[in-house]
């Protein structure tokens, strides 16, 4: 078993850290790929030096040797080398652009798979407050943004500033003092990039998040598409949209007249900087001063000055944007993830699932006994739930949670799954804290059948087998028939087979719940939670779960959260919980015969299941 990912994952960079630039992290990536990067800049420098050449060919070898001087002898090398610097740059932009992509590619797989990665390692409590169009946007969109970093600074910036710097010895080596006429215009051009460079910033941010925006409406109303035609607001919904998409037309507007006008700034400077060549230059050729072919070998090579110092200010705009989208993704990156380790533990412990091997302290064998130790907790959104709440679960007890809603029934199972940490306080499992064992340990432990039924895209068989990969054909059928599956899934055509679809829409709500109760049973976990896992259950299939339940139950330790009170009756105890304290605790007939919160709580579902209090409330 590999556990190398979980020294990664594990903790967090401590706060007081600084963090490195975007761009430095970007690079710290490219250094998996340093050899081909290392062959890229031969490639990139060589190209550089053949396009510098042909300046030089065309103003001193064929206007000042071969027209001036009437040397046609010579015109066969000119053809000569203009032919093999032709030759040699299609071999090397062909290299390069191979090399750029093969490099590309690299680094955004492993850039890609680290974001997976940190999504799915984020704790519970971050999704709380994300949305999923808008980390889809940062794994696709923003990942494709960032793609240019490498070309931006490779192919862009190191061969413009090769260019540049070629080209500027060439000028000074041809005439230093008109070269020197020159400076000033080329030095305002490279300024102009620094005085545009935070205003590209802000409109390159305000474009990603109004495309992260846009994906995660998108994503959020297909999601929804059945509530919205059930409600007929497809018009409000395609507003919705519109507005979002109005706002990025409006910013990339902005941004394309900033980048215009950044255009003819330089575009200003490189014709001023032509003028004075010519003014001061023509003089000194019609003088015999400077002959005709160094006058042209100059304005060739100031055009090589010109267009790099161009594209480099220009650059500063795809570099924002690079920037950007690299800031979003590093904002997920650098977020922490779930602890999977204490910090005296090492993962290297780590070498088979033998309990004893994780912590002296964590008993070789689970037993299942669970207990809540003056635990108190509040979600992120400041909402009181427990304070010094207590609880004792035996080991192979069944124990039913009921209270009304917000009462802290689905907390109790978000904190035994480590979704969320106690704000105080401690959860032991058979005496060793929960916050001892490895959360992928803990969890294997655990079985959970919720209400809010999720199946994956696939089959039958692909869903029942998601907890356990490994499981035979025969153990999925005998978890299908416990969770009274099995029937329904061999009377199709398809059999194990079955497509559920997406989310597993091809099913009913109940089919949908009796996978996924399968789905628990076959992880065979020491602790089961069933979440209102029967509610979407008729009569008939909840009566045959509660039978198989009582089976499931031998030997192991079972929640059960419920509303509809006739799923708990046969419990060993069942906890009446309101505002995050327990004030009811026995079995069901104790509970009932001190008529308290539980007996009110079943009176009242008595006569919503009669009627009397539809009737009632028609009549008021």
Sequence with gaps: MNFTGFKRIGFATAASEPSPPTIRKLFAYARNVWKLLGVLGIAIV??????????????????????????????????????????????????????????????????????????????????????????????????????????????????????????????????????????????????????????????????????????????????????????????????????????????????????????????????????????????WVLAGSFTLGALVAYLSYLNKLYSPVKKLSKINISIQKIVVAGDRIFELLDAPPEICFQPSESPG??????????????????????????????????????????????????????????????????????FYKPESGRILLDGVPLDRFPLHILRRQIGLVSQETFLFSGTVRDNIAYGNAHATDDEIMAAARAANAHDFIVATPQGYQLEVGERGAQLSGGQRQRIAIARAILRNPKIMIFDEATSHLDCESEGLIQEALETLSKGRTVFIVAHRLSTIRRADRIVVLEEGRIVEMGKHEELLARRGLYHKFHALQAQWCSGDVLGRNRYA
Aim: hydrophobic share 45%.
């Design 349 to 418: 412990q780590l070498q088979s699932l033998g309990l004893a091997e994780i912590a002296p302290s964590v008993p070789p064998q689970l037993e299942g006994g669970l207990r809540f130790e003056r635990v108190t907790f509040r979600y992120d959104s400041g909402t009181q739930v427990f304070r010094n709440f207590d609880l004792d679960v035996r080991p192979g007890e069944v124990v039913a949670l009921v209270g009304a809603s917000g009462a802290g029934k689905t907390t109790v199972v978000n904190l035994l799954l480590g």
């Design 46 to 283: 060589a190209g550089s030096l053949l396009e510098l050449a042909v300046p030089w060919i065309i103003g001193f070898l064929l206007i000042d040797r071969v027209i001036r001087h009437r040397d046609a002898a010579l015109l066969p090398r000119v053809f000569f080398l203009l032919t093999i610097v032709f030759i040699g740059q299609r071999i090397l932009n062909f290299a390069k652009d191979y090399l750029q992509e093969l490099a590309d590619q690299r680094i955004l797989y492993k850039l890609r798979g680290d974001l997976y990665e940190r999504i799915l390692c984020l704790p519970v409590s971050h999704f709380d407050s994300s949305r999923t169009g808008e980390l889809l946007a940062r794994l696709t969109g923003d990942i494709d943004t960032v793609k240019g970093f490498l070309e931006t600074f490779m192919q862009d910036v190191v061969s413009e500033l090769i260019m540049l710097v070629g080209t500027l010895a060439t000028l000074f080596a041809l005439s230093r003092s008109l070269t020197f006429y020159l400076l000033p215009s080329v030095v305002l051009l490279a300024s102009s990039v620094f005085l545009f460079k935070k205003t590209v910033k802000r409109f390159s941010r305000q474009v990603r998040n109004l495309l992260g925006e846009m994906s995660a409406l998108a994503a959020e109303t297909v999601s929804g598409i059945r509530v919205v035609k059930a409600f007929s607001s497809e018009e409000r919904e395609s507003y919705r949209f519109a507005n979002k998409s109005l706002a990025l037309l409006r910013t990339q507007v902005k941004t394309a007249k900033l980048s215009s006008f950044y255009s003819t700034t330089t575009e200003v400077c490189i014709f001023t900087g032509t003028l004075i060549v010519i003014t001061v230059a023509t003089p």
